[in-house]
Nanobody, 127 residues
Framework: QVQLVESGGGLVQAGGSLRLSCAVS????????MGWFRQAPGKEREFVGA????????LYADSVKDRFTISRDNAQNTVYLQMNSLKPEDTAVYYC????????????????????WGKGTQVTVSS
């Protein structure tokens, strides 16, 4: 059974930091590009960042570039999202997702490309 379990969300003041983790089981993690998406109340889900199987060439949404960093540990089957300089508009439920990419090394911002999703973790940034 494939499971993606996000953790690390919470309440933080504007300007603060959080580190989200997504622990993955039930699949060969190193064969999957991993992405982070978020959905705020009343808004559509949006792309945050993605990283390829090797951990190279991360992609970021313009809204989080230079503030968020995505990384992965293939030995621990975990992908991370380090979020710095948080803003109230970053408030959302954050989801991780896996996109089977073997034997390729791409990553994508397109949500429809992702095969598996976690249930999300809430991030709330107060002003």
């Amino acid at each position: 059974q494939v499971q993606l379990v996000e953790s690390g969300g919470g309440l933080v003041q504007a300007g603060g930091s959080l580190r989200l983790s997504c622990a993955v089981s039930g699949l060969t993690f190193s064969r999957y590009a991993m992405g982070w998406f978020r959905q705020a109340p009343g808004k559509e889900r949006e792309f945050v960042g993605a990283i390829n199987r090797n951990g190279d060439s991360p992609l970021y949404a313009d809204s989080v570039k230079d503030r968020f960093t995505i990384s992965r540990d293939n030995a621990q089957n975990t992908v991370y999202l380090q979020m710095n300089s948080l803003k109230p508009e970053d408030t959302a439920v954050y989801y991780c997702a896996g996109d089977h990419q073997y034997p390729y090394y791409s990553s994508t911002s397109r949500a429809g490309a992702y095969d598996y999703w976690g249930k999300g973790t809430q991030v709330t940034v107060s002003s």
